[in-house]
């Protein structure tokens, strides 16, 4: 049994090298009872302008 954690990959596009370095991982993988975790920045994914994204993660930051 083993446990496989990936995080912060931040791949961009299908032809990126980190992209296909996982998916060789994952295709030689799971067997029976092992673990696999995506704990977060698995993908680069930006929705809007630079100036709304800079504004809500302010924004957020600063309400805690």
Do not use: Q
Not at 19 to 37: A, F
Not at 51 to 57: A, C, R, V, Y
């Amino acid at each position: 049994m083993k446990l496989y954690a990936f995080s912060d990959l931040h791949i961009s596009t299908p032809g990126d090298s980190v992209y296909e370095s996982l998916c060789d991982i994952i295709r030689g993988l799971p067997k029976p009872g092992d673990t696999l975790v995506f704990a977060g920045d698995i993908f680069d994914l930006f929705i809007g302008t630079v100036d709304f994204f800079l504004m809500i993660n302010t924004l957020s930051f600063f309400s805690l």
